[in-house]
C-alpha cells in the first residue's frame, strides 16, 4: 500500500468541516480588517528564502524542501508565507500604490521538514497577514488583536499573548555583542551547531532545540537590557495600544522568534490547554523593517504573524468546544423507478440551484433502504416519489424529525421548504464574543462597556 508522506495529513469528513470552518471565519474577519487576500506561489528561488528568512536560521539550515528543477534552477517549497509576500511587493512594486499601507492575508500550504508530532507536521497549512508601509505601532497591535480576537472568535478560551521588543538596529547589535560576551567563556557547553551560531547569528541560540534546557540559555542576557530609548519607547506605545483594545500581554523576554527578519515587536500566542502538547505556540510574529530593502526594494517598514490552521483545530478539540459545523442536508428525494428517477434527478437539480442542500439515491437501495440512508446523512425533510402521485403531479414531503407528512403540489415544493426549513446562520461575530470586558479590564476606560458606563 503505498501511503502518505510522513508529517503530512489527509484531512476529511468532520475534521475537514473544521478546517473550512475555521478558514470561513478568517475570511469573514479579514473583510472586516480590510486585509486583502493573496496568493503566491507555493515554491520560490531558494534564494529567496536563504535572504529571506535567514542563512542560521533551523529553517533554512535543516527543514527546507530543496529541489533543482529541469531548468537547472534551485527551488524550494516555501517554509513560510511572509518572503513571498515580500519578494512579491517589491516586484509588483506595491510600495508605489497610492493606498498605503498595503495590508495583505494568505492561507496556504507551507513545508518544513521537520520531526513531526501532535502540532508539527511537515506539511503545514498557514494563515497570515502582512502590513507592508507602516511604522505606526497601531499597527503592531492591531496585527497583535487579529491573532487574539481570532482565536476568541472561535472559542478558544485558554490563550496567553507573550510580547517582547528586539528593538532597532543599534539595540540588536548592542544584544548581540553581550550574548557574544556572555557565551564565548562557555562555548564548550554548547552543541556542535550553536558553537557555529555564536559568531554567525548568537540570537538563534536563545531557540536552540537542542541546547533548550541548559541553565545557561535560561540566564542569558534579555533583549530588553539592551532597547535603547527610541526602542524602549515605541514598544511602550504598543503595550499601550494594547491596552486600549482590552489584550493583556505578558513581557516575555525568551521570545525571540525562530526566523532572522525580526526587530522591534515579536510575539507569540500560546494554548494553555492541558494535553496540547509541546508545540503549545498558535501563532506567531512580529515587525520586520529591514526585509523589504534586504530583498532588493526601499526601505518599508512591516509587520505579520501566521497561525497553524492544524493547531488552531487541535487547540478546539483539546477545549472540547463545539463548533457550529454539521453534515446535514435539507432533503433527500426518494424513487424506485426509472420514471420516478429522472423527476428526481431533475428535481435535484432544480432545488440545488435554489438554495437547498439536496440527497438523493445513486444505490438503487429500496425504499427501506432509502430511509435509512436518509437518516444516515441526518436528512432534514424526505420527499418521496410516486409514479401514480406524479401523474397529478403531486409528491409527499415528510418531516424526517416530527414523521408527519403532507403530499403537496410540485410547483409548490420550492416555497414550501423556503418556508420550513431553516436557514443556516450567517457567520457573525458580536462584541461580546470579542471582547469580554470586567473590572480588572486592561482598557483604560476606552472600550465599549467602560464608555457605556462613564
Ligand atoms: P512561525 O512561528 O515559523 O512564523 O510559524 C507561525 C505558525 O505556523 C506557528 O505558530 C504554528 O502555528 C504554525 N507552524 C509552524 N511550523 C509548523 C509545523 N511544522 N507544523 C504545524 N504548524 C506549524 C512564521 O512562519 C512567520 N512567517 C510569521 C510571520 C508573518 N512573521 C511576520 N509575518
Keep these: 500500500m503505498i501511503t502518505k508522506p510522513k508529517g503530512c495529513h489527509d484531512i476529511y469528513g468532520m475534521e475537514a468541516r473544521k478546517w473550512k470552518y475555521v478558514e470561513q471565519v478568517i475570511d469573514a474577519l479579514m473583510e472586516k480588517y480590510h486585509y486583502n487576500y493573496m496568493r503566491t506561489p507555493i515554491f520560490e528561488s531558494t534564494e529567496l528564502f536563504h535572504r529571506g528568512v535567514g542563512e542560521s536560521t533551523d529553517i533554512v539550515t535543516k527543514e527546507t524542501y530543496d529541489f533543482v528543477d529541469r531548468g537547472e534552477r534551485a527551488m524550494t517549497l516555501r517554509p513560510e508565507g511572509t518572503a513571498g509576500i515580500v519578494r512579491s511587493y517589491i516586484e509588483n512594486k506595491m510600495y508605489g500604490d497610492a493606498t498605503q499601507p498595503v495590508k495583505i492575508y494568505y492561507n496556504g500550504t507551507m513545508y518544513r521538514y521537520e520531526r513531526?508530532?501532535?502540532?508539527?507536521?511537515?506539511?503545514?497549512t498557514q494563515f497570515g497577514v502582512e502590513v507592508l508601509g507602516s511604522d505606526d505601532p497601531m499597527v503592531d497591535a492591531e496585527v497583535i488583536s487579529i491573532a487574539v480576537n481570532l482565536y476568541k472568535i472561535l472559542g478558544l478560551k485558554e490563550i496567553k499573548v507573550n510580547i517582547n521588543s528586539l528593538g532597532d538596529k543599534e539595540s540588536r547589535d548592542a544584544y548581540r555583542k553581550a550574548l557574544i560576551e556572555y557565551f564565548t567563556p562557555h562555548i564548550d557547553e554548547l552543541c556542535e551547531d550553536c558553537k557555529e551560531r555564536l559568531q554567525k547569528n548568537p540570537l538563534r541560540i536563545l531557540d536552540c532545540k537542542v541546547d533548550a534546557d541548559l541553565d545557561l540559555l535560561k540566564n542569558a542576557p534579555t533583549t530588553l537590557d539592551y532597547l535603547n530609548e527610541e526602542s524602549k519607547n515605541r514598544f511602550e506605545k504598543v503595550k499601550e495600544y494594547l491596552g486600549v483594545l482590552g489584550i493583556e500581554a505578558v513581557v516575555n523576554p525568551k521570545i525571540v522568534r525562530g526566523l532572522d527578519y525580526y526587530n522591534h515587536t515579536v510575539f507569540e500566542v500560546e494554548a494553555k490547554v492541558e494535553g496540547f502538547g509541546a508545540q503549545n505556540v498558535l501563532g506567531g510574529g512580529g515587525r520586520y523593517n529591514s526585509l523589504v530593502d534586504q530583498l532588493g526594494g526601499p526601505e518599508t517598514p512591516c509587520m505579520g504573524f501566521a497561525t497553524g490552521i492544524g493547531r488552531i483545530v487541535l487547540a478546539l478539540d483539546k477545549e472540547?468546544?463545539?463548533?457550529?459545523?454539521?453534515?446535514?442536508?435539507?432533503?433527500?428525494?426518494?424513487?424506485?423507478?426509472?420514471?420516478?428517477?429522472?423527476?428526481?434527478?431533475y428535481l435535484a437539480q432544480e432545488l440545488r440551484l435554489n438554495g437547498f442542500a439536496i440527497e438523493t439515491e445513486y444505490m438503487n437501495r429500496g425504499l427501506k433502504g432509502q430511509f435509512k440512508q436518509a437518516d444516515r446523512l441526518n436528512s432534514k425533510y424526505l420527499i418521496i416519489l410516486n409514479s401514480d402521485d406524479l401523474?397529478?403531479?403531486?409528491?409527499?414531503?415528510?418531516?424526517?424529525?416530527?414523521?408527519?407528512?403532507?403530499?403537496?403540489?410540485?410547483?409548490?415544493?420550492?416555497?414550501?421548504?423556503?418556508?420550513?426549513v431553516e436557514e443556516e446562520e450567517a457567520l457573525h461575530f458580536g462584541h461580546e464574543e470579542l471582547h469580554e470586558c470586567d473590572d480588572d479590564c486592561d482598557c483604560d476606560g476606552h472600550c465599549h462597556?467602560?464608555?457605556e458606563e462613564r
Excluded: C, W
Design 391 to 420: 401523474k397529478e403531479n403531486l409528491i409527499t414531503i415528510k418531516n424526517n424529525q416530527t414523521k408527519e407528512e403532507e403530499k403537496i403540489d410540485m410547483d409548490y415544493l420550492i416555497y414550501y421548504l423556503d418556508e420550513h
Design 449 to 451: 462597556h467602560h464608555e
Design 116 to 124: 513531526p508530532q501532535s502540532g508539527r507536521d511537515r506539511e503545514l
Design 320 to 345: 472540547e468546544v463545539e463548533l457550529p459545523v454539521k453534515d446535514q442536508v435539507d432533503a433527500f428525494i426518494m424513487y424506485v423507478n426509472e420514471e420516478e428517477k429522472l423527476h428526481a434527478l
